[in-house]
Structures are given as C-alpha cells and as structure tokens.
C-alpha cells in the first residue's frame, strides 16, 4: 500500500477511477464476454464457491466485469444468489429475487432486485461475495466507486471475499485509507491473486 495525504488521495482516487472506467468502456463485446467468462471458471474452480450456500452477487453496470455467468451456475447447483440495494443511509439491504426478473432500475441506473418480489438476508448468513471494483491491487485491496457501500458491508461480514475484474483493473498498489478494506482473492481473466495472509497459494 502506498501512503498519501488526504488531498493526494482523493486526486489520485479521481484520477484512477477517470482512466480506468474510460478503458473498461471502451471494450468491445467479445472482449467483454471472453473475460466474463475466464473469470466465472476461476471462481466456479474455487473450494470457497463449491461450498457456498448464499452468495451476493452484483448487477453489471459501466462496464464493470459481467459476472452472470457466475451467478447462472450458482442457480443451476442450487445455491442462493442475493443483490444488493442501495439504502439512504449509505448502506446495503441485501436481497434474494425470488424470481429471476425480480428487478427494477434503481437511482444509480443499476437493475436492483424489487422489494416486493424479493426475500431480505443479512451479511452475516453469506458465505462468499462477488465484489466489484474499479481496479484492484496485488495485496488484494480494491479502489471502489467511492460511495463506501461494500467497505461498510465488508466490516460486517466473515464470508469469503473474492473481487472480479479485467486485468488491465490490476495495479502494482492502490492509494487507500484506513477503511479501505482488504479481499481474500482478486479472480481476473488470466489469473488468481490470494492475499498472503490468509493463503500461501497463488496462481
């Protein structure tokens, strides 16, 4: 990690997060498909996903990694797949559709899972989360959107975290603060990333 003052923190954060989601849209279907898929046979191989039971997943938006793949396989084996939905309080209710086109879009232009048509679980019954990011870093920290949503859900969970991406999303290190937290994998196209301290693997 490296260590900046706030002021070079957030412009280096803005800086990243500009160049960054410019690439990510720049992508051309087949690009985004072949990646989607290399990522969702890593998490799949994993002893994590095989013995989870609920699994929060995200909705792809702006380019992020689509991570329906994932989450079609998790259905076919019987596993419980939640969503997130942004509250006001900029936090996360967590939610299982009970029906696969149990969504509506929300504020940020995200499909979320309707209220209605849904069952509320909490973060500690998951077993594993699918994490989104703007880029990730080789000690498995991540620079998310900014609004602190899964940092606040991560401080409030023991599941298995692994975060998703494409690998040019993959930097040397990352500016973060003292909230930021750290994942237990980062699953990229052409490689696995474990955080040492709770694995020696790497792949």
């Not at 051309?28 to 191989?45: C, F, K, M, P, S």
Request: with cysteine; proline share 4%; glycine share 6%.
């Amino acid at each position: 990690m490296m260590s900046y003052n706030q002021d070079e923190l957030k412009s280096k954060k803005a800086e990243l997060r500009s160049i960054l989601r410019a690439k990510r849209r720049s992508l051309g279907d087949d690009e985004r498909r072949i990646a989607a898929l290399a990522v969702a046979e890593r998490v799949i191989g994993m002893d994590e996903y095989a013995k989870a039971e609920l699994i929060l997943a995200y909705m792809p938006a702006r380019g992020e990694l689509d991570v329906l793949p994932i989450i079609q396989n998790a259905r076919e084996n019987g596993k419980r797949v939640a969503f997130p939905l942004c509250v006001d309080n900029g936090g996360l209710r967590l939610l299982v559709p009970n029906a696969p086109d149990a969504f509506s879009i929300g504020t940020y232009g995200i499909a979320e899972p309707d209220t209605a048509r849904s069952t509320e679980v909490f973060a500690n019954q998951l077993d594993l989360i699918i994490v989104p990011a703007v880029a990730f870093a080789e000690d498995c920290s991540r620079l998310g959107q900014g609004g602190g949503y899964y940092d606040r859900l991560l401080e409030s969970t023991n599941a298995f975290t692994v975060g998703v991406g494409y690998d040019f999303q993959l930097l040397k290190n990352l500016p973060v603060e003292s909230h930021d937290r750290l994942l237990d994998c980062v699953a990229l196209p052409s490689r696995l990333i474990w955080r040492m301290s709770r694995s020696n693997r790497s792949m």
